[in-house]
């Protein structure tokens, strides 16, 4: 049987029970797995990731969070706005970031939170890995984002970012978590994207309309409407 844990997105984990003639099975992401979701730019894939974070510290699961896109003190304004407040966790020691954006104000760096940049992926690796060691040190589980793996590639050799990318993985599946990775489709080279599809367990697709999982493991391919509200992204039942 497949562990799998909550997502947090209103829909996915009923959309994602496998079909158990006794009812007894679970939906949700299925535990110590990559998930790549992916999609064109502003359809939801960073709410899907923030409610997917929250989600985990709720249930006492600590979360190590790549931002590449938005600077963490604007996401922190933005998961404050869906009603999704980090500041006891983060004064628990229960959520780490390393930003690497390079818009807006950073926060001061700090144990639970790093400075990095995306054109230096030696650095946001070693700072991910020293983050992974912490954060599973006391916890059996935890969970990992990556928001996005499209500014990295942007910036730097793209088989060097495959190599850093796989070593991301093996790290976190080595120490108990679960991740998501979010990527813009279209924006790097196709034989590039057909290689991180590769990497990942398991692969969502997104539009704006339709939230489509292409692959996961223990599921067949199944595809739902969904919203984006100030709740967060809503999905409806399965087409």
Same mark, same amino acid.
């Given at each position: ?36 979701? #992916? ?25 190590? #969070? ?11 304004? @933005? ?12 004064? %628990? ?37 020293? %983050? ?6 006391? @916890? ?15 910036? @730097? ?60 493991? %223990? ?6 409407? #969904?919203?984006?509200?100030?709740? %967060? ?7």
């Amino acid at each position: 049987m497949i562990v799998r844990i909550t997502s947090g997105i209103t829909g996915f984990d009923e959309l994602t029970v496998p079909g158990d003639d006794l009812g007894f099975a679970l939906g949700g992401i299925p535990e110590n797995t990559i998930t790549l979701l #992916y999609g064109p730019v502003g359809v939801g894939k960073s709410l899907f990731c923030h409610s997917f974070t929250y989600e985990g510290l709720s249930a006492d699961e600590p979360c190590l #969070y790549l931002t590449t896109d938005q600077n963490f003190s604007t996401i922190y304004h @933005n998961m404050e706005d869906l009603g999704l407040s980090l500041q006891e966790y983060m004064e %628990g020691n229960m959520l780490q970031v390393i930003d690497a954006s390079s818009n807006g104000e950073k926060m001061e760096d700090s144990p639970i939170h790093q400075s990095s940049n995306v054109k230096n992926p030696t650095d946001i690796l070693v700072k991910v890995s020293r %983050g992974i060691n912490s954060i599973s040190q006391n @916890n059996p589980r935890f969970r990992g984002v990556v928001d996005s793996i499209t500014a990295i590639l942007e910036s @730097n050799d793209e088989m060097l970012i495959m190599r850093v990318l796989k070593s991301y993985i093996l790290r976190v599946k080595q120490a108990g978590g679960t991740a998501i990775i979010t990527h813009t489709q279209g924006s790097a080279d196709p034989r590039t994207e057909i290689i991180i599809k590769s990497m990942a367990d398991n692969i969502i697709r997104v539009d704006g309309k339709t939230l489509v999982i292409e692959s996961m493991k %223990g599921l067949s391919r199944k595809n739902a409407p #969904y919203e984006i509200t100030r709740e %967060g992204l809503i999905l409806g039942k399965e087409e």
